[in-house]
């Protein structure tokens, strides 16, 4: 398991190697910053077999900053062949309604889970 | 000269309304020690202004409504002050300022910063590129272009972008002359909300 964390948030790569696990808020100020985490998301991507699951639920804010890593992540997984990504993410959270459909725009295969 | 206005025209609203003003001196500290206190400044306007908004019927709906806009206020204050203290020039005085209006029907999140002749171009000139285009579309051109090699040159253009698109505020700037540092600069970028568009908010 891989973790990286802050005052404010932890990012955590899970045992299986292909979930990775988002909690508080990610306000950091810019590409080299957010760089560890976009190396820890590609390394989910490295067995193609395998479903990729990013869970937001616990991610309660996320600057444009932090959209931007996303959307690096995303294109960098819909130009792999054949990768399944999935989004978990929750309703009751307002950024993950109004933005992650805009990610979807980028790689339409992408699943969001919303409950 | 007189200030050059982009967006809507009424920067600063004169009807009767709430406000608050923080203001922080680019000189007490550098930037990197400074970041923490922009989350911090805007969970606190996100927090204040769902004190002033009235009850609207069920408890549910209420509550729902009330973190909807505490977020969006949230969200826009950050990425407003993020932008202030990227861009701020540094070496002289000029305060960097968050501003918050409420209205019965709107609200209004504004940032001010100090900066260079050639900064201000720049950001004129992106500006006038966003102007009348299509939000949506130019915000998927943003994505796809920040996994280029160089994606720090999109970063605060998407905040903008994000503002408009996801969150359907209506921005507007405002470029004018500093009275004190007259080579400078003091540009006022605005947000306004209007609370029918938002989401659990009754139209």
């Known amino acids: 398991m891989k973790n990286i964390h802050g005052e404010s948030f932890e990012v955590r790569l899970e045992e299986d190697g292909v979930t990775v696990f988002f909690k508080g808020a990610l306000r950091l100020s810019g590409v080299e910053d957010y760089a560890p985490i976009l190396e820890m998301l590609k390394e989910a991507l490295t067995d ?6 990013l ?8 600057n444009s900053s932090g959209i931007t890593m996303f959307s690096r992540f995303v294109i960098e997984a819909r130009d792999r062949v054949g990768v399944n990504l999935q989004f978990l993410a929750s ?13 979807q725009r980028l790689m339409p295969s992408l699943h969001i889970c919303l409950s | 000269m007189t200030a050059q206005i982009f967006g809507f025209s009424e920067h600063r609203s004169h009807a009767r309304c709430e406000y608050l003003t923080l203001a922080f001196s680019p000189l007490s500290a550098p930037l990197r020690s400074r970041w923490r206190n ?3 400044s805007a969970d606190f306007l996100g927090d ?12 549910a709906a209420d509550v729902n409504r009330q973190a909807e806009i505490r977020h969006a206020v949230t969200y826009i204050a950050n990425e407003l002050l993020e932008n202030a203290m990227k861009y701020h020039e540094h070496n002289v005085n000029i305060p960097i300022r968050i501003h918050l209006e409420l209205t019965s029907d709107h609200i209004v999140v504004s940032a001010s910063n100090g900066v260079g002749g050639g900064q201000a171009l720049c950001y004129k000139t992106f500006v006038e590129r966003i102007q009348d285009k299509d939000a949506g579309e130019l915000l998927v051109k943003q994505l796809e272009e920040s996994s280029g090699s160089d994606p720090s040159s999109t970063i605060s253009c998407l905040g903008l972008l994000t503002m408009m698109n996801d969150y ?36």
């Open chain 1, 91 to 103: 309703e009751s959270v307002p950024w993950q309604a109004r933005s992650l459909k805009n990610l």
């Open chain 1, 55 to 62: 869970d937001l639920r616990e991610l309660d804010f996320l």
């Open chain 2, 48 to 59: 204040y202004v769902t004190t002033f908004l009235p009850a609207n019927g069920s408890e």
């Open chain 2, 168 to 203: 359907g505020a209506e921005l507007g700037w405002m470029f004018e002359v500093n009275p004190d540092f007259t080579e400078f600069m003091t540009v006022t970028t605005s947000a306004v909300l209007p609370l029918r568009n938002l989401p659990g908010v009754p139209a």
């Open chain 2, 38 to 40: 922009n989350g911090l």
């Open chain 1, 48 to 53: 193609p077999a395998a479903p990729v699951v």
